[in-house]
């Protein structure tokens, strides 16, 4: 079984810098590609980024390209997502997911694994 730990969410002002983790238990993590998700109330989950197994591939939602960064940490089980010039729309609780099957990197139901989300909140 895996399980993901989200952290480093929080209150932010426009065009400042956060940076998330994913903390993820088991030994699945550094053979399977990870994603970072996000959702706000009354909305669909929205694809953000996404990483394969070995770090050299990476993807991301249109909204988010150039601003930020998916990396992974497969010696520390760890997953990130730098985000930087952080924008009140990006206000939303991210989540991060393991993939271990086929599928979209942009499909959130070809994710296995989910954390329990963490508030990143952007004021104006």
């Known amino acids: 079984q895996v399980q993901l730990v989200e952290s480093g969410g929080g209150l932010v002002q426009a065009g400042g810098s956060l940076r998330l983790s994913c903390a993820a238990s088991?030994?699945?993590?550094?053979?399977?590609?990870m994603g970072w998700f996000r959702q706000t109330p009354g909305k669909e989950r929205e694809f953000v980024a996404a990483v394969t197994w070995s770090g050299f591939t990476t993807f991301y939602a249109d909204s988010v390209k150039g601003r930020f960064t998916i990396s992974r940490d497969n010696a520390k089980n760890t997953a990130y997502l730098q985000m930087n010039s952080l924008k009140p729309e990006d206000t939303a609780v991210y989540y991060c997911a393991l993939k271990t099957r086929g599928g979209s990197y942009n499909y959130h139901p070809a994710y296995d694994y989910w954390g329990q989300g963490t508030q990143v909140t952007v004021s104006s």
């Open positions: 088991g030994r699945t993590f550094s053979s399977n590609s």
